[in-house]
C-alpha cells in the first residue's frame, strides 16, 4: 500500500463510501480534530503516569479511533462494517471520573492550567476535545450522528478535567486557583 496516492493534490479526499468531498468540510474537521485528540492523548499516555491510567487512556484511544472510522463514513454510501461506541464505553468514563474524583479535594474555584507538564498536557487535550464536541455538534446539525459520539466526546473532556487535577494531585504540582479581578 503506497503512502501517497495524489488523489487529495487537489483539496479533496474521500470518504469511507467513496464520495469525495473538500478536505475542508465539517466531517473532515471532525475527524480531524479527533485524531488531533488522540495525538494528544497518545502524549499524556508516554508520560510517567500510574499503569492504571496508561490502560485507560489506550482504551480512550481505540475509542477515538472507532470514532475516526463513523465520522469518516458516508453515511448514505458506505457499505463497510465499522466499530461502534456502546453506551458502556461512556459509564467507563463515568466511573473512571468518580474514582478520580473521590480521592480529591472539592473544587472551590476554577483552577488555572499548568503546574506541571503532564498536567498542561491533559488541559490541552480537553480544550482540543471541546473542538472536536463542537465541530461535531456543527456536522450532527446538518447529517445526523450517532448521539453516542457526542455523549462520549462531552464525557470525556470532564475526564481529561479530572485526570488533570489527579495528575497535580498525584505529581505533588500546585493548582493555581482563578481569582477574578475585580
Known sequence: M?????KGDQGTTQLIGGTRVPK???R?????????LNSYIGLIRDQAISEQFVEQLLEIQDRLFTMGSLLAADPEASKMK???????DVTN??????????TLEPMRSFV?????TT????????CVCRR????????????????????????LSDYLFVLSRKLSSDLNATEHPWVARM
Not at 503506497?2 to 495524489?6: E, V
Not at 468514563?93 to 473521590?102: F, K, N, P, R, Y
Not at 488555572?112 to 506541571?116: Q, V, W
Open 119 to 126: 498536567v498542561s498536557f491533559c488541559h490541552i487535550a480537553r
Open 82 to 88: 465499522l466499530p461502534e461506541l456502546f453506551e458502556g
Open 93 to 102: 468514563l463515568e466511573q473512571w471520573i468518580d474514582e478520580m474524583d473521590g
Open 112 to 116: 488555572l492550567p499548568g503546574g506541571h
Open 24 to 26: 475542508s468540510s465539517l
Open 28 to 36: 473532515i474537521e471532525s475527524y480531524g480534530t479527533v485524531d488531533e
Open 2 to 6: 503506497k503512502i501517497y496516492t495524489k
Open 132 to 155: 472536536a464536541e463542537r465541530i461535531s455538534v456543527d456536522l450532527n446539525a446538518h447529517q445526523t450522528l450517532d448521539p453516542l459520539l457526542l455523549t462520549y466526546l462531552n464525557r
